[in-house]
Nanobody, 124 residues
Framework: QVQLVESGGGLVQAGDSLRLSCAVSGRTFSKNTMGWFRQSPGKEREFVAGISWSGLMTYYTDSVKGRFTISRDNANNTVYLQMNSLKPEDTAVYYC?????????????????WGQGTQVTVSS
């Protein structure tokens, strides 16, 4: 059974940093694109960042470019999201996901496996 478990969320102040982790178990996804999404109350889930299987290609939504960095450790089946200079508008539940198919990181319908999410709250 495939399981994705996010960790690293919490309550921080604006300008602080957090590092989210997503551990994948049940099978290896070293050849799959991985992504991070987020959802705030009353809003639709939105794409945040994606990374190719090799780690050589990354893609970010405009609002996090220059502040967030996605990375992966295929040997340990883990993907990370380093979040710096956090803003109150980054407050959301963050989800990691595994994409099945060609590299299309912002295409949410391409993601088949999802974690349960971790809460990130940024106070002003």
């Amino acid at each position: 059974q495939v399981q994705l478990v996010e960790s690293g969320g919490g309550l921080v102040q604006a300008g602080d940093s957090l590092r989210l982790s997503c551990a994948v178990s049940g099978r290896t996804f070293s050849k799959n694109t991985m992504g991070w999404f987020r959802q705030s109350p009353g809003k639709e889930r939105e794409f945040v960042a994606g990374i190719s299987w090799s780690g050589l290609m990354t893609y970010y939504t405009d609002s996090v470019k220059g502040r967030f960095t996605i990375s992966r450790d295929n040997a340990n089946n883990t993907v990370y999201l380093q979040m710096n200079s956090l803003k109150p508008e980054d407050t959301a539940v963050y989800y990691c996901a595994v994409q099945v198919g060609p590299y299309a990181p912002s295409y949410s319908e391409g993601y088949k496996y999802w974690g349960q999410g971790t809460q990130v709250t940024v106070s002003s």
